[in-house]
């Protein structure tokens, strides 16, 4: 079985407009198998896209791409757990969570496990699929020994395994609003400030280094996690799905690198020469991957004794 290529939801406050014609271009041009859609960190900006979203699901759909639906990583509010309530409620499309409040709405039925339901190992993902879970995807910060442990627990007992392979690693969430602090306003009067920032804002060093990005309340690393001279590995452990995280790049480019690697239509370093123009400003990053700093470029040629890039 060919390995699945999915693309994760967008994680910043991208206009209606922008959403729209993403997803249009992703229909009819991305050789993606499947799209998650939905909100999954501020409960806000929900209402921006919802009446977007059956039209999405059906453009989607028609291009015959499988379309999940994520839920919110953080449930605080009533509403917020009305929403997630709401949302586990549904039979399709299938549903993707992300949060423990999710899990207890869904009540033992069908669902996937997100990347912030923290997947860290063998007897969380036995429990998780007791639970019914039929399909996780691992957090970003696991090295390869971990995900190959995580998958074949996941693959013994029929689940579906995801690893991101592009775009930033989120690596936490708050209740508090980093984006509104930063700009002297308040969770609840941030006027959607974020909405400035559609690859996040950079946070900076004293000495004037970007380190980390804020979305909202998400922590994301400043780098673009890239596991392109990877995925023969995963390939070989079993992993059965590859997200791809929307950035401010040519998405549509980025997943035909991946599929072309994918299936060995293109070697690695000819794929990563070309993602590397298509992301010029950017930095690549593979350290969890290889058990180091997650910001760190390691070189792929010798497991063991890697280098920094």
Same mark, same amino acid.
């Given at each position: 079985?060919?390995?699945?290529?999915?693309?994760?939801?967008?994680? +910043?406050?991208?206009?209606?407009?922008?959403?729209?014609?993403? +997803?249009?271009?992703?229909?009819?041009?991305?050789?993606?198998?499947?799209?998650?859609?939905?909100?999954?960190?501020?409960?806000?900006?929900?209402?921006?896209?919802?009446?977007?979203?059956?039209?999405? *699901?059906?453009?989607?759909?028609?291009?015959?791409?499988?379309?999940?639906?994520?839920?919110?990583?953080?449930?605080?509010?009533?509403?917020?757990?009305?929403?997630?309530?709401?949302?586990?409620?549904?039979?399709?499309?299938? *549903?993707?969570?992300?949060?423990?409040?999710?899990? +207890?709405?869904?009540?033992?039925?069908?669902?996937?496990?997100?990347?912030?339901?923290?997947?860290?190992?063998?007897?969380? *993902?036995?429990?998780?699929?007791?639970?019914?879970?039929?399909?996780?995807? $691992?957090?970003?910060?696991?090295?390869?020994?971990?995900?190959?442990?995580?998958?074949?627990?996941?693959?013994?007992?029929?689940?579906?395994?995801?690893?991101?392979?592009?775009?930033?690693?989120?690596?936490?969430?708050?209740?508090?609003?980093?984006?509104?602090?930063?700009?002297?306003?308040?969770?609840?009067?941030?006027?959607?400030?974020?909405?400035?920032?559609?690859?996040?804002?950079?946070?900076?060093?004293?000495?004037?280094?970007?380190?980390?990005?804020?979305?909202? *309340?998400?922590?994301?690393?400043?780098? +673009?996690?890239?596991?392109?001279?990877? $995925?023969?590995?995963?390939?070989?452990?079993?992993?059965?799905?590859?997200?791809?995280?929307?950035?401010?790049?040519?998405?549509?480019?980025?997943?035909?690198?991946?599929?072309?690697?994918?299936?060995?239509?293109?070697?690695?370093?000819?794929?990563?020469?070309?993602?590397?123009?298509?992301?010029?400003?950017?930095?690549?990053?593979?350290?969890?991957?290889?058990?180091?700093?997650?910001?760190?470029?390691?070189?792929?040629?010798?497991?063991?004794?890697?280098?920094?890039?």
């Amino acid at each position: 079985m060919s390995v699945k290529l999915t693309l994760g939801p967008i994680a +910043y406050h991208w206009t209606p407009e922008a959403r729209t014609d993403f +997803y249009a271009r992703i229909a009819d041009e991305a050789p993606v198998d499947e799209v998650y859609l939905g909100e999954v960190i501020c409960s806000k900006r929900a209402p921006f896209f919802e009446a977007d979203i059956p039209a999405t *699901i059906e453009r989607l759909e028609r291009a015959g791409k499988r379309v999940v639906l994520s839920s919110l990583a953080e449930v605080m509010l009533k509403r917020e757990r009305k929403a997630t309530a709401d949302l586990a409620g549904m039979d399709t499309p299938e *549903i993707e969570i992300n949060n423990a409040a999710g899990l +207890y709405a869904r009540a033992g039925r069908a669902h996937r496990i997100g990347p912030f339901m923290n997947a860290y190992n063998e007897a969380t *993902i036995d429990w998780m699929a007791r639970q019914g879970a039929t399909h996780v995807c $691992l957090p970003s910060e696991l090295p390869a020994p971990a995900v190959a442990n995580a998958t074949r627990a996941a693959r013994a007992l029929g689940l579906g395994v995801e690893v991101q392979v592009f775009g930033r690693a989120s690596l936490a969430v708050s209740a508090r609003c980093y984006h509104a602090r930063a700009h002297g306003r308040t969770k609840d009067n941030c006027l959607f400030v974020c909405e400035d920032d559609p690859d996040g804002m950079a946070l900076r060093t004293r000495d004037d280094r970007a380190i980390l990005r804020v979305n909202g *309340i998400q922590t994301q690393s400043e780098t +673009y996690l890239n596991l392109l001279p990877e $995925l023969p590995e995963m390939q070989a452990m079993d992993v059965t799905h590859l997200r791809l995280m929307p950035q401010t790049v040519d998405m549509i480019a980025v997943a035909h690198l991946f599929r072309d690697v994918a299936d060995a239509r293109l070697d690695a370093p000819e794929a990563e020469a070309r993602l590397q123009e298509l992301c010029t400003d950017k930095v690549f990053s593979n350290g969890f991957w290889h058990g180091t700093a997650g910001y760190r470029r390691m070189s792929a040629l010798a497991r063991g004794q890697v280098q920094a890039g």
